[in-house]
């Protein structure tokens, strides 16, 4: 097993990176792909042909001159967060969020005010009264006010093309506005310019939350309606509070972004960002190293980590991705309809020796649903150990002391180094009498069979999409469905019963006792997956770059705010 390990930790150096993730695939972020939000099967509605409009603003009439300057894999397609699930770089810097998430020296996070200064909260868990800042204007001179806020939330809802819509669909009347059954939205009530009130259908603690993902970013209702269908692709129509200004945009070549200097938290100490269209990872090694760039993101160079970790060991900066490699067992599927079968095969990975050698032990094992980083995460869980001695005498238990065969879905579309893992996880299981086939399947007929709830077993990565456990517990576990468009079909409508109950739990500390409870009732007694692992995300930063840090959720669209350059 040791020297298997160490072939494919070989063959692993020189693969590619692109686990499945909350964001998909992506083409935003310092290096590339890495949208915060929205679901993987979301596609952006923005296409090329609107964009043949935008790349007249040249990038000439800037002055770059001491700008930061980054890289992505390829072009943005929009800069409307509201059409797009992925392209999440520009957004984070142009515009603002009536809240942000906040991560302590700890790690632990928290959300915190933004646009909105402060906020009550009814104690039936249903009204919020949110209270502007008075001192935010957008970057065309506008005061942010009330009507914007409601502008944005219903655009959100009503705009053709629009994405990223579940983030607010809590509120009273989303649906209804949604499917063209309203014209309004029933539980957005504008009080005065400074202050408004948002009336939930039912009371959900993760809402606060949902307000800090880039796709409820907050638009300038004046602007944003005078640019119609240019907004996001015309640097010129798209405006936000944010503190950089979308200066230009040259199709396949860079974007310019400026300082605002009228910034309410105070104009950045970076006059400006240029990012660059660089889609051969090799070029931008040598142009970091030629000082070119001043940040790349070692995702999109794995063949490259240990060498930039040798030569730059004091440029490299990391933070824990919030997300989970899981592995699933389809419980409609014999014999994984056996608690006892679940178990032996939890027990029957060696999680540490496949972080290790594909991702030279960057992360944490996980023990449950929650990752490291994330609200509600429980560090007391009860470990889940390799042992696959327990394991072979589990399935002898279960009456299966010859061991069984069972499927591993691969989709055609992932990394090599998904694939490696995989392989690894096979002989793992041959090592107590499991017979792991892994079967390829085009991406497409991939999902279509997960979303099924036919596959028998796969490998994926949920990262967060906001900062609250319900983003991962009620996704898996929420109900039928939800368990069934994973091929986990978890049976225990109590527990799914429990979780949607949850949601609805005004005192926190409450709420967060009874994750825990669910925690350990579906992963160390049901044993519904097999947790794997959280990641470090690692950069690499020039030396002349100052104030870096990796977004809260580790993903590569970062807020270029905090950053200067010597």
Same mark, same amino acid.
């Given at each position: ?29 310092? &290096? ?22 935008? &790349? ?33 770089? +520009? ?160 199709? *396949? ?6 300082? *605002? ?122 470990? +889940? ?48 009498? +499991? *017979? ?131």
């Amino acid at each position: 097993m040791k020297k298997k390990l160490s072939l494919l930790l070989a063959a692993a150096m020189t693969a590619s990176l692109a686990l499945t993730g909350c964001g998909g695939s992506g083409s935003g972020g310092a &290096a590339g792909s890495g949208g915060a939000a929205g679901s993987a099967d979301q596609t952006t509605a923005a296409g090329a042909a609107g964009q043949e409009t935008t &790349a007249q603003s040249s990038s000439s009439s800037v002055d770059t001159t001491g700008f930061l300057a980054v890289a992505n894999v390829s072009d943005v397609q929009t800069a409307d967060v509201q059409k797009t699930s992925k392209d999440y770089q +520009i957004p984070l810097n142009i515009y603002d969020r009536l809240v942000d998430i906040q991560v302590a020296e700890d790690g632990t996070s928290s959300v915190v005010p933004s646009l909105a200064e402060s906020w009550e909260i009814s104690d039936d868990g249903l009204v919020y009264t949110f209270h502007l800042r008075k001192d935010v204007k957008f970057h065309n001179g506008n005061d942010l006010t009330s009507e914007d806020v409601a502008y944005t939330f219903n655009r959100l809802l009503t705009v053709e093309g629009a994405t990223n819509t579940e983030f607010i669909d809590q509120i009273k009347g989303a649906a209804e506005l949604y499917d063209g059954t309203a014209d309004k939205l029933e539980g957005m009530e504008v009080v005065d310019d400074y202050t408004f009130k948002v009336t939930l259908k039912e009371a959900y603690s993760g809402f606060l939350a949902c307000l800090s993902a880039p796709g409820v970013s907050i638009y300038d209702s004046e602007a944003t309606e005078a640019a119609g269908d240019q907004f996001g692709l015309d640097p010129a129509v798209t405006v936000g509070t944010g503190p950089f200004k979308f200066a230009s945009w040259t199709l *396949n070549d860079q974007i310019v972004l400026v300082a *605002n200097e009228d910034y309410w938290r105070g104009a950045s100490k970076l006059p400006g960002v240029v990012i660059k269209v660089v889609p051969d990872t090799e070029t931008q090694t040598m142009m970091f190293e030629s000082g070119e760039l001043d940040l790349i993101d070692l995702d999109f160079v794995q063949d490259a980590v240990d060498h930039f970790m040798e030569a730059y060991p004091d440029q490299i900066v990391s933070g824990p991705r919030v997300g989970i490699t899981y592995f699933t067992m389809n419980q409609n599927k014999e014999p994984f309809n056996d608690v006892k079968i679940r178990k032996a095969v939890q027990m029957s990975i060696d999680r540490q020796a496949i972080l290790d050698a594909l991702y030279g032990g960057r992360g944490d094992v996980e023990h449950g649903i929650f990752p490291h980083g994330l609200i509600g995460f429980n560090p007391d869980l009860p470990a +889940i150990n390799y042992d696959p001695e327990a394991a072979r005498a589990l399935l002898t238990e279960a009456g299966y002391a010859d061991g069984f065969t069972m499927e591993i879905g691969a989709d055609g579309s992932a990394s090599d180094t998904v694939t490696m893992a995989l392989e690894i996880i096979k002989d793992q299981l041959s090592e107590v009498g +499991i *017979n792991a086939e892994i079967k390829n399947y085009d991406e497409s007929t991939w999902l279509d069979t997960r979303n099924a709830g036919d596959m028998g077993s796969f490998m994926s990565t949920w990262t967060a999409d906001y900062n609250d456990p319900d983003n991962f517990i009620y996704t898996f576990f929420g109900n039928a469905d939800k368990t069934r468009m994973r091929s986990i079909n978890y049976p225990d409508t109590e527990v799914m019963a429990r979780v949607q109950a949850a949601r609805t739990i005004v005192d926190n500390d409450e709420r967060l006792a009874e994750y825990k409870a669910l925690e350990e009732k579906i992963i160390q007694e049901d044993a519904a997956w097999v947790p794997m692992f959280s990641r470090q995300h690692l950069f690499a930063v020039s030396a002349r770059t100052e104030g870096f840090k990796v977004s809260w959720n580790g993903l590569s669209d970062i807020s270029f705010y905090p950053i200067s350059v010597k």
